[in-house]
T-cell receptor
Framework: DAEITQSPRHKITETGRQVTLACHQT?????MFWYRQDLGHGLRLIHY???????NKGEVSDGYSVSRSNTEDLPLTLESAASSQTSVYFC????????????FGPGTRLTVL | AQKVTQAQTEISVVEKEDVTLDCVYE???????LFWYKQPPSGELVFLIR??????QNEISGRYSWNFQKSTSSFNFTITASQVVDSAVYFC???????????FGEGTQLTVNP
């Protein structure tokens, strides 16, 4: 069965370190997204991609970057982790049709000390 | 800019009660999609329903029903005869014509007590 996975599921890091969160989908979807979930804010879009070599900034992109070198993966990098980036991170994917829902990964809980 | 408001942060009911979760949205587009997702205590996000802006028919799926009213920009979700397993955070989301991005509301934490 097709799926979307995230790794690691839990991560503790220190302020200033570079961290990369992996997202891998086997749906063959063109669209991939990264969200962060914080209490009182719902899910907020960090970055998204509509295909290989395409990346776009979302509403909370500062301090994050992504790259899309193939269809299956969209890794999210925190260039210099800050305590404000402690959050739960969700990756999602969808096909190119306007009506399609997004399928979400299980989430990564990141703690920055 | 688009916006989704879920004014109810937390709702607590007793099992078998009916409960309605409110969702109000703002958009300049005339064509758009609305979604509901469920996030149980285990943390994953589960898709429940989509509705496009041209279809104002209410939908029922078992104990779940959705009321879409374009005139009031609302897409409310009702659970009939609630059960403990319905306890979760529920998110409403909006996608406009341009692009595939979703704008989420802040979510409503529903607790169903036995």
């Amino acid at each position: 069965d097709a799926e979307i996975t995230q790794s690691p599921r839990h991560k503790i890091t220190e302020t200033g370190r570079q961290v990369t969160l992996a997202c891998h989908q086997t749906w063959n979807h063109n669209n991939m997204f990264w969200y962060r979930q914080d209490l009182g804010h719902g899910l907020r879009l960090i970055h998204y991609s509509y295909g290989v070599q395409d990346t776009n900034k979302g509403e909370v992109s500062d301090g994050y970057s992504v790259s899309r070198s193939n269809t299956e993966d969209l890794p999210l990098t925190l260039e210099s982790a800050a305590s404000s980036q402690t959050s739960v991170y969700f990756c999602a994917s969808s096909d190119g049709t306007w009506s399609s829902e997004q399928f979400f990964g299980p989430g990564t809980r990141l703690t920055v000390l | 800019a688009q916006k989704v408001t879920q004014a109810q942060t937390e709702i607590s009911v007793v099992e078998k009660e009916d409960v309605t979760l409110d969702c109000v949205y703002e958009t300049r587009d005339t064509t758009y999609y609305l979604f509901w997702y469920k996030q149980p205590p285990s943390g994953e996000l589960v898709f429940l329903i989509r509705r496009n802006s041209f279809d104002e028919q209410n939908e029922i799926s078992g104990r779940y029903s959705w009321n879409f009213q374009k005139s009031t920009s609302s897409f409310n979700f009702t659970i009939t005869a609630s059960q403990v397993v319905d306890s979760a955070v529920y998110f409403c989301a909006l996608r406009e014509t341009s692009g595939s991005r979703l704008t989420f509301g802040e979510g409503t934490q529903l607790t169903v007590n036995p």
